[in-house]
């Protein structure tokens, strides 16, 4: 069965830099969407970037524009999220998230898959 596994979470000041990697087995990800969403106590999970598999496409949320890079690695069947400039509102619990379509959506329900979630918290 498919299976995503998030790592690379942690502690970080605010300015400083986190990479997250989404580990993807069980199925051939061609055609799909890979995206990172991410979550806090309350609030909807929001979707932070996206990325078609096979790529061309990618998109991210206005707010981390320019300090956030999606990239994704065929050949080991990773996802990455590199965080640069990384400020206290961007602390939540990460997840990686993949979709069977052809369009990046920005709704959490339109996801088939999910990891399990990697905590990111940046202190001030």
């Known amino acids: 069965q498919v299976q995503l596994v998030e790592s690379g979470g942690g502690l970080v000041q605010a300015g400083g830099s986190l990479r997250l990697s989404c580990a993807a087995s069980?199925?051939?990800?061609?055609?799909?969407?890979m995206a990172w969403f991410r979550q806090t106590p309350g609030k909807e999970r929001e979707f932070v970037a996206g990325?078609?598999?096979?790529?061309?496409?990618?998109q991210y949320v206005d707010s981390v524009k320019g300090r956030f890079t999606i990239s994704r690695d065929i050949a080991k069947n990773m996802v990455y999220l590199q965080m640069n400039s990384l400020k206290p509102e961007d602390t939540a619990v990460y997840y990686c998230a993949a979709d069977g379509a052809l369009r990046i959506s920005m709704s959490w329900d339109d996801y088939d898959y999910w990891g399990q979630g990697t905590q990111v918290t940046v202190s001030s």
């Open positions: 990325i078609r598999w096979s790529g061309g496409y990618i």
């Open positions: 069980g199925r051939t990800f061609t055609g799909y969407i």
